[in-house]
């Protein structure tokens, strides 16, 4: 069996973000990202900061840890990074999951492929804003969606679009005119990402996410689009592994 980068196996937990916000969960968090967002929350998974974190496992090593950590107290599992759509091995354990009837949720930013996503059960694409210093390659993310319109029926998938600032805003918006077909979700930036003081935090987040509400409310041409905070940050703060 193949070898994957893990840097943290947690949970259960709940998802904290998108679609399935609330949803009890076990993460895998794999190693190494193709994009170097400003903003980012997990940048110890590509930045060299967590290194020393890493570990390489198999599959089935994968599934032994899960099943160590969450014994029978789960049915869901999130793989996120980092970027894990980097790593086609990760099919290995998207497979183990599914034998043990393990429904599966993703989170990428939509710039790669891999086979495996026809076998998630909840996908969510995040294409990255301008605030985040990234590019989006239209290219590769309408080829990801146009392949996805072969997908199994009971796969769901959405685009969420983290939002800092206007511009943000509006290339969220632009993704929607674009994407029309696909279920759209807002998520407050979070731009304090290492501070302790979860208080002040949590005060600051909530100031943002009413900012972000009332620019939806206010917004004729933005109809059908869900606004969600990362419920995780408000429960625990900044703190990894939750
Ligand atoms: C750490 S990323 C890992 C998965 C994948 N690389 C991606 O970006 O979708 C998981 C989610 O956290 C979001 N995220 C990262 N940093 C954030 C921040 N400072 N505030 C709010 N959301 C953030 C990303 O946009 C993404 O939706
Ligand atoms: N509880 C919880 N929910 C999350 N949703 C997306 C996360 C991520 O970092 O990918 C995340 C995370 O790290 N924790
Ligand atoms: S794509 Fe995701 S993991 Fe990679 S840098 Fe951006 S937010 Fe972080
Ligand atoms: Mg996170």
Wanted: glycine residues 8%; hydrophobic residues 35%; aromatic residues 8%.
């Amino acid at each position: 069996m193949s070898k994957i980068p893990v840097m943290e196996i947690f949970g259960p937990t709940i998802q904290g973000e998108g679609m399935v916000v609330g949803q009890k969960t076990m993460f895998v968090r794999t190693a190494g990202c193709d994009y170097s967002c400003s903003w980012c929350d997990s940048a110890f998974t590509w930045d060299g900061s967590g290194k020393h974190l890493i570990t390489q496992m198999t599959a089935d090593e994968i599934w032994a840890e899960l099943k160590r950590l969450g014994g029978n107290g789960f049915s869901f599992v999130t793989l996120s990074g980092g970027n894990p759509v980097l790593l086609r091995h990760l099919g290995e354990l998207v497979a183990i999951l599914k034998e043990n009837n393990v429904k599966i949720g993703v989170e990428t930013q939509g710039s790669k492929w891999q086979e495996w996503l026809y076998e998630i059960d909840e996908l969510t694409i995040s294409p990255k804003p301008p605030s985040s210093g990234m590019t989006t390659d239209y290219n590769m993310l309408s080829e990801i969606i146009e392949k996805l319109k072969t997908r199994n029926p009971n796969q769901q998938i959405s685009l969420k679009i983290v939002v800092f600032n206007q511009e943000d805003y509006d290339y969220a918006k632009q993704m929607h005119f674009r994407y029309p077909s696909i279920p759209l979700y807002l998520q407050v930036g979070n731009d304090d990402i290492h501070t302790t003081d979860d208080g002040k935090l949590v005060q600051h987040l909530l100031t943002k996410y009413e900012a972000l509400i009332n620019l939806v409310i206010a917004d004729e041409e933005l109809k059908d689009v869900k606004v969600l905070p990362q419920l995780h940050t408000l429960i625990w703060g900044n703190k990894r592994g939750v």
